[in-house]
Every structure is written in C-alpha cells, then in structure tokens.
C-alpha cells in the first residue's frame, strides 16, 4: 500500500531541496575536488615525461621509468579515490 504524502510534506521536500541546492560544498569536498584536478593534471605531465623520455637506452634509463610508472599509479589511485572509485 502506497502512502500518501500530504500537501505540507510535498512543500517541505521542496523547500529543503531548494535549499540544499543553496548550500556550498562541505570543506573536505572541495579539498577532495582540488586534490582530484592536480593528480589529474599531474598524470598527465608523466605522460609527457614518458614520451620525452623514450629516447633513452641508458641503463639509468629503466630505473628513472620505473618511478614515473610508479609515480603514475599513485596519482591514478589519488584520482580514483577523490572520484569515490577506490
């Protein structure tokens, strides 16, 4: 059985809709919302690394790609954790 929602119950659902629309994001979400853009633009400058760095046929060369590789999949996972996907 279905129930029914009065009037004034119908009005108070919207006006606190109105209002949460109203409130600013919690501290923490836009810390997480900044946090989530640098790792986002940080991964991509690995990416640009990665590919000014495939030059190289030192052996150094696979230690410094070790830790970009490594870099990248902190970022990734910073990312994923700010989007609620970790």
Known sequence: MKKK???????????????EKDIPLAPLER???????LAQNALKTVEELKKLCNVYDEPEYSQFMDKIYLL???LDYLVRFCEGRA
């Open 5 to 19: 929602i009065k009037p004034d119950e119908e009005w108070l659902k919207q006006v606190l809709a109105e209002f």
């Open 31 to 37: 810390f997480k919302g900044v946090s989530r853009n």
């Open 72 to 74: 990248e999949h902190y």
